[in-house]
């Protein structure tokens, strides 16, 4: 088959195997896991040749006119270019991972054919994305994801935390949709096409009569499917999603779009200098507020979704100095062990019984009970932390190189300041990550207290797939040499300069943490009471465990995303600052008293308008009939007599205003 065959295949699989899933979930349940497993599976190793015979050379541009619209053409595109096959890879890599530790993690859940078939759909929504290249059809896939995300957020929908996260992801994604939109639109005006290669043709000629303001547009939706400041706050509240959902959001899908939407479509966004430069400010308050949300939170699950949105921040810098190569060579090294971190953290809440650092900071034992996600969590942990040779150092690197480069003038495509401030504040974020990197590490492994309980071994589906994902984190970043022909052919290798500066401040980070960990157990001693409520189940799933954890953390410590534990390192390091990094910096609370409240304000009172006014009238008007009704129901009495009376009176009084009528006319 050709190549073309082939892209065409990878992302149809999917959506063919979530229909049979769907269809066939209750008659035939089980055909439900190999219709999941399958399918993503052959589309994985499609993508694969797919990769291999693009070989990062010439872009494979194939196309069919979808619908004529009498004006801009719609069409059914694919623009495989290195990005695109390498992109690809990764989603089909990490959705069957997904796919097959999910068969583990939700192996009694009643619910889990639709899950299945939703997960697979969202892999071929992201795929879709991927390979698409047109910017109409692009935006099918874009949008059907949040749809999944929706769902899938909400798998867990007997707890108000699910049922809440899901409305909040899909408005708060949507509420960047709507300029996106908008901004597509505007852009396809401005260059007659929705197709991605006419659209960076016409920005090659100069074509864009508004590229500043079509930019900005497209950036508020980039802002909201990943989580980019303003509009990330729907992210760390959607940790109270099945795990696998969230290694699958994090790493692979969703999350990953908007990052790659600026990526193919950079030239666009580097027609303006000023949108550059707010996406270089968007990125760093995003990098350095996460990783000080990172630092205070209690939630295993929380911690890493910050991270996310820390390591996404990464990303929108390198793209903000116009190196869209190193922002995609972090988004597939980020998506390697993003994906181990937590798929681990599932094994480890399973284990623990509960979804609390505290918490697990009172056990003994843990890594014993969970050797295969101790150690692979581990790996994931350094190359979060960029620590070489670990996959993260590379590719974080790679960024900081591009900010150097543009901050002393060698890149003409972005303003120098740019440059500077996504590189102090990458710097800053290194110290961070490895701070609270080794938080993580330090509270969930190195507890002191009970025997955490005894599970037995997770399942085989759970712990391989954790091994697999550990191969990437730890080895990618070795093909720095050798993937350059896929990354717009020039070199990701880092300077020395870079590498000595980013591994510092991240060790120094890792040490002062470490630190801060050993006077606190110094000062409390070997004796610490249990803290909060630990709701294990050895013979129960993963997902009950997890369902369980969600459910009970706020009312056990009044809080989703923090404990008021004394021990607990991020406390000290942060000062006065922890309380207001626990809770976001109180964004919820200032979109609350901004948006939330007056948009409710005005739908009180809309409807007292429509009861009280709109109704008053409608009301009136049936009333007023009724009443027209009565008297002319009292008029039918049938009676003959009646009838002529009334109508020789009615003769009468015609005629005598004819004759008054006609007097005053001859009078006057």
């Given at each position: 088959m050709t190549t073309t065959t082939l892209a065409v295949l990878v992302p149809l699989l999917p959506f063919l195997?979530?229909?049979?899933?769907?269809?066939?979930?209750?008659?035939?349940?089980?055909?439900?896991?190999?219709?999941?497993?399958?399918?993503?599976?052959?589309?994985?190793?499609?993508?694969?040749?797919?990769?291999?015979?693009?070989?990062?050379?010439?872009?494979?541009?194939?196309s069919t006119q979808l619908t004529p619209t009498g004006s801009v053409p719609i069409?059914?595109?694919?623009?495989?270019?290195?990005?695109?096959?390498?992109?690809?890879?990764?989603?089909?890599?990490?959705?069957?991972?997904?796919?097959?530790?999910?068969?583990?993690?939700?192996?009694?859940?009643p619910r889990y054919p639709s899950y299945a078939a939703l997960v697979s759909l969202f892999t071929s929504a992201m795929l879709l994305v991927v390979y698409?290249?047109?910017?109409?059809?692009?935006?099918?896939?874009?949008e059907i994801m949040g749809i999944c995300s929706y769902f899938l957020v909400g798998h867990y929908w007997e707890t108000p935390e699910a049922r809440a996260a899901s409305l909040k992801a899909f408005l708060v994604t949507k509420l960047g949709d709507v300029p996106f939109l908008i901004g597509l639109f505007a852009l396809?005006?401005?260059?007659?096409?929705?197709r991605i290669t006419g659209i960076l043709g016409s920005v090659a000629a100069g074509g864009l009569d508004h590229p500043t303001l079509v930019a900005l547009l497209l950036l508020a939706g980039v802002a909201g499917k990943s989580a980019q400041f303003p509009l990330h706050t729907w992210l760390p509240d959607a940790m109270a999603g099945p795990t696998p959902v969230s290694a699958l959001i994090h790493a692979a899908t969703m999350v990953a779009a908007g990052i790659y939407f600026v990526a193919r479509l950079l030239p666009v966004f580097a027609a303006s200098a000023a949108a550059l430069t707010v996406l270089a400010v968007m990125a760093a308050v995003t990098m350095v507020g996460s990783g000080l949300a990172a630092l205070a939170q209690d939630d295993i699950k929380r911690v890493l979704a910050y991270s996310t949105i820390g390591q996404l921040g990464y990303m929108s810098g390198a793209l903000a100095?116009?190196?869209?190569?190193?922002?995609?060579?972090?988004?597939?090294?980020?998506?390697?062990?993003?994906?181990?971190?937590?798929?681990?953290?599932?094994?480890?809440?399973?284990?623990?019984?509960?979804?609390?650092?505290?918490?697990?900071?009172?056990?003994?034992?843990l890594?014993?009970?969970?050797?295969?996600?101790?150690?692979?969590?581990?790996?994931?942990?350094?190359?979060?932390?960029?620590?070489?040779?670990?996959?993260?150092?590379?590719?974080?690197?790679?960024?900081?190189?591009?900010?150097?480069?543009?901050?002393?003038?060698?890149?003409?495509?972005?303003?120098?300041?740019?440059?500077?401030?996504?590189?102090?504040?990458?710097?800053?974020?290194?110290?961070?990550?490895?701070?609270?990197?080794?938080?993580?590490w330090l509270l969930a492994f190195h507890g002191r207290g009970a025997e955490a309980p005894d599970h037995g071994r997770e399942p085989l589906s759970m712990n391989a797939v954790l091994w697999v994902l550990a191969v990437p984190s730890l080895g990618f970043g070795l093909t720095v040499g050798?993937?350059?022909?896929?990354?717009?052919?020039?070199?990701?290798?880092?300077?020395?300069?870079?590498?000595?500066?980013?591994?510092?401040?991240?060790?120094?980070?890792?040490?002062?943490?470490?630190?801060?960990?050993?006077?606190?157990?110094?000062?409390?001693?070997p004796a610490r009471p249990p803290m909060g409520a630990v709701a294990a189940h050895p013979d129960a799933a993963p997902s009950v465990s997890e369902a369980e954890a969600v459910a009970t953390h706020t009312p056990a410590y009044g809080d989703i995303a923090s404990a008021p534990d004394p021990s607990d390192p991020g406390r000290l390091l942060l000062g006065p600052l922890h309380g207001a990094a626990a809770t976001g910096f109180h964004l919820d609370a200032v979109y609350r008293a901004l948006f939330v409240r007056p948009v409710q304000a005005a739908a009180v009172l809309v409807r007292f308008l429509d009861r009280e006014v709109v109704d008053t009238y409608v009301r009136g008007a049936g009333t007023g009939s009724n009443w027209l009704g009565w008297l002319v129901r009292r008029a039918q009495t049938g009676n003959v007599q009646t009838y002529l009376g009334a109508l020789l009176a009615g003769s009468a009084v015609l005629a005598i205003a004819a004759v008054v009528l006609s007097t005053v006319n001859a009078g006057s």
């Open positions: 195997g979530a229909a049979a899933g769907l269809l066939l979930g209750r008659t035939a349940p089980g055909f439900v896991r190999p219709l999941a497993i399958l399918p993503t599976l052959t589309a994985f190793a499609l993508a694969v040749v797919v990769a291999v015979r693009q070989g990062g050379g010439k872009a494979i541009d194939a069409d059914l595109a694919l623009y495989l270019d290195g990005f695109a096959v390498l992109v690809a890879v990764l989603v089909g890599f990490v959705a069957t991972c997904v796919q097959i530790y999910s068969t583990g993690y939700l192996r009694d859940d698409s290249g047109d910017l109409m059809v692009l935006l099918v896939g874009w396809a005006a401005d260059a007659g096409t929705f100095v116009g190196d869209r190569g190193a922002a995609v060579f972090h988004l597939m090294a980020h998506g390697a062990f993003k994906a181990l971190l937590f798929l681990a953290a599932g094994v480890v809440i399973h284990a623990a019984g509960t979804n609390s650092l505290a918490a697990m900071s009172r056990m003994t034992g890594p014993k009970r969970i050797p295969d996600a101790y150690w692979t969590m581990t790996v994931a942990l350094l190359a979060l932390a960029a620590i070489p040779p670990f996959a993260g150092f590379f590719s974080k690197e790679a960024v900081l190189v591009a900010a150097e480069h543009t901050a002393l003038g060698d890149s003409g495509v972005s303003p120098v300041g740019a440059g500077w401030i996504v590189l102090v504040a990458g710097l800053v974020t290194a110290l961070l990550t490895a701070a609270y990197a080794m938080r993580l050798y993937v350059d022909d896929w990354f717009d052919g020039h070199s990701l290798t880092p300077t020395v300069t870079t590498a000595v500066l980013g591994t510092g401040v991240a060790l120094v980070g890792g040490l002062i943490t470490y630190a801060a960990w050993r006077a606190l157990q110094y000062r409390r001693g």
